[in-house]
């Protein structure tokens, strides 16, 4: 595979990956559910998933297209995210009925913690066929 190519492959994801969180971040309010604390557990567990999500997105893209040891590729792939996590808050300062707050950037960072703890400890179990069709 060519290296654009290979860049594409590995890079695509993340990206339309944060693409899809713009988006979401950008509507006025999403209810989740009528009853409020079902609403905010709903909420706040997307959080907790959209970031785990691009943790292991971002992680697979640097340790695909980057020669770097293990502890730098987890280091900046925690800084990104969290990156994104803080300008995906700012971002809703901007939209009408939104606010940015850093409990969210804190929800959002379990959900990284537990990316990195996946990347770290689990994907090492999976059968190799899936880590090699994902290229974990």
């Given at each position: 595979?060519?290296?654009?190519?290979?860049?594409?492959?590995?890079?695509?994801?993340p990206v339309l990956w944060m693409g899809l969180i713009y988006f979401l971040s950008s509507f006025?309010?999403?209810?989740?559910?009528?009853?409020?604390?079902?609403?905010?557990?709903?909420?706040?567990?997307?959080?907790?998933?959209?970031?785990?999500?691009?943790?292991?997105?971002?992680?697979?893209?640097?340790?695909?297209?980057?020669?770097?040891?293990?502890?730098?590729?987890?280091?900046?792939?925690?800084?990104?995210?969290?990156?994104?996590?803080?300008?995906?808050?700012?971002?809703?300062?901007?939209?009408?009925?939104?606010?940015?707050?850093m409990f969210d950037v804190g929800v959002d960072s379990l959900g990284i913690i537990a990316g990195?703890?996946?990347?770290?400890?689990?994907?090492?179990?999976?059968?190799?066929?899936?880590?090699?069709?994902?290229?974990?």
């Amino acid at each position: 595979m060519s290296r654009a190519k290979r860049l594409i492959f590995f890079w695509l994801p993340p990206v339309l990956w944060m693409g899809l969180i713009y988006f979401l971040s950008s509507f006025h309010k999403l209810q989740a559910s009528p009853v409020s604390w079902q609403d905010f557990i709903i909420r706040k567990t997307a959080h907790f998933l959209e970031y785990f999500i691009l943790y292991l997105l971002f992680y697979r893209a640097l340790k695909n297209s980057a020669k770097l040891p293990l502890w730098k590729i987890f280091f900046a792939v925690v800084i990104l995210t969290v990156i994104y996590a803080l300008t995906d808050e700012y971002h809703q300062t901007f939209i009408n009925g939104r606010t940015g707050r850093m409990f969210d950037v804190g929800v959002d960072s379990l959900g990284i913690i537990a990316g990195l703890i996946f990347s770290r400890k689990t994907a090492t179990l999976l059968p190799e066929k899936i880590r090699k069709t994902f290229s974990i």
